[in-house]
């Protein structure tokens, strides 16, 4: 089935560095999507990426959808202490799978004040 | 707005019992999504409903595993004789009417299962 690989798996920043992370797939996805989830709750989404190629912002969150469709990164600058959590990409490969959620691993981010 | 809510939060069970696990979407979504997420690990597709239909049950790990939307609104995960190996957090998604907003799943906090 299909496979998305997410690095790094965690990293340990101080608090105003930048932080960037990203996924990677065996094969070609429609939409890309950027959740952060924090300890016992639910993946909130971030940012959504439906168009190869795409560069969109949210606050200090970038994310780009590759120009091959089979990756994805998400930037994060000047991190503060909130932006702790586990983030997980996702890919829609729509078709047949649609409506399916195909996730990566999670890196972990810690930051320290 | 009301986003999605699971119920219960938290559910003990005792292995061989069965189990309910209710999801209500965001009001006026007409897909709902059921994922499984183990310790450490990143959301696994269960099953897949547009309106009252479900559409894609491959994610279900065994016939167990059981999954409704009767008014294509709520709907409910049941699981059956409850293993160990069934243990995780159990999350809802929902998703909007228009093609753009049915590639976005808005999650619930999920229920977690335990059992003993």
């Known amino acids: 089935g299909q496979q998305l690989n997410q690095s790094p798996q965690s990293m340990f920043i101080q608090e105003g560095e930048d932080v960037s992370m990203n996924c990677t797939s065996s094969s070609i996805f429609n939409t890309w999507l950027w959740y952060k989830q924090d300890p016992g709750e639910g993946p909130v989404l971030l940012i959504a990426?439906?168009?190869?190629?795409e560069l969109t912002s949210n606050g200090r969150l970038t994310a780009q959808f590759g120009i091959t469709r089979k990756d994805s990164f998400l930037n994060i600058s000047a991190s503060i202490p909130s932006d702790v959590g586990i983030y997980f990409c996702?890919?829609?490969?729509?078709?047949?799978?649609?409506?399916?959620?195909?996730f990566g691993q999670g890196t972990i981010l810690t930051v320290h004040p | 707005g009301a986003g999605v809510s699971q119920s219960p939060r938290y559910k003990v069970a005792k292995r061989g019992q069965d189990v309910a696990l209710r999801c209500d979407p965001i009001?006026?979504?007409?897909?709902l999504f059921w994922y499984q997420q183990a310790l450490g690990q990143g959301p696994e597709f269960l099953t897949y409903f547009q309106n009252e239909a479900q559409l894609d049950k491959s994610g279900l790990p065994s016939d167990r595993f059981f999954a409704e939307r009767p008014e294509g609104s709520v709907s409910t995960l049941k699981i059956q004789r409850t293993q160990q190996e069934d243990s995780a957090v159990y999350l809802c998604a929902s998703s909007g009417r228009t093609p753009k907003s049915q590639e976005t799943q808005y999650f619930g906090p999920g229920t977690r299962l335990l059992v003993l």
């Open positions: 009001s006026g979504h007409v897909s």
């Open positions: 990426l439906y168009k190869a190629g």
């Open positions: 996702a890919g829609n490969a729509g078709g047949t799978s649609y409506g399916k959620l195909t």
